[in-house]
């Protein structure tokens, strides 16, 4: 990365009070950039947080629109426009409604990777951190509607020991989804004495053979603290950059080495600097769904607070 490019994004982060927040799976350039690198949970905490005028979401499109329907008095910035999350494109609004229809007692709980529009027809939110804690806090007898991640789903109502959660069978990661059993029990036998770590959006047989489930944060602080010395990791490679800053002395192979989701890859310094330079491309959600949606994610927020 050129020094040139550093120095200008420094003066202009200066000039407009802004910050750069980074998910952990941007590439690691863009990584060492971030004022804040973290999980969807831990963005949207630091949004709400921070008093900058200006943010800089290197991240996926939703994740720019959390940070707008939270903070709807500071600009929000993208990089790269085109960067949208597979999953959160699986349902439309119209779905949806057909789910509500059919189950109108049901408590919608929507996963933050999920557009504005769906976030600002439900009940409350949850991340891959919470997911559980969220489902846990609705009365038992309650009908739950978990959209859009199936496998997200599976894995709460199996962690909960609930069967009263309708899951929304079109919804997955397709990152996650690819990591298929065999790969588990390969990379079991390839490295017979590493922890297996994985995120929740992999399929439930896959993760029911995990040391740990949990979000990219979740993972890097159970590898941080863990005694051990090799990790499988069964999330987007992004998320290798960090492990390995933080953890020189340990090992980490990735369970599937083609695990690459290329929207998380549409940031560069280059864009961020010229994003901060223009101003754009600024993600603004309208003011009625915003603070619909901005129910759904408060919710959320108090659960795990
Ligand atoms: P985390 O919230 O665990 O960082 O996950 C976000 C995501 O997009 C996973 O694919
Ligand atoms: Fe969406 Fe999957 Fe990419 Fe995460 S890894 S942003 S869920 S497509």
Redesign the pocket.
Known sequence: MSEEIIKSIERLKAEKNAVIMVHN?QSPEVQDLGDYVGDSLGLAQIATETDADVIVSCG?YFMAETASMLCQDKTILIPDANAG????NMITPFQLEALKKEHPDAVVVTYV?STAQIKAMSDICCTSANAVQVVNSIPREREVIFIPDRNLGRYVADKLGRDNIIFYDQGF????DRMLLQYAVRARHEYPTAKMCLHP?GRLDVLKTADMVGSTTGILNYCKESAAKEFIIGT?IGILHRLRQENPGKKFYPLLPIAD?P??KLSSPEKIMLCLENMEVEVRVDPETAAKGVKAIDRMLEVSS
Request: charged fraction near 20%; aromatic fraction near 6%; proline fraction near 6%.
């Open positions: 799976y996926v999350c597979d999953m959160a990777n990661c397709p990152v996650h959006e987007e989701c929207s998380m």
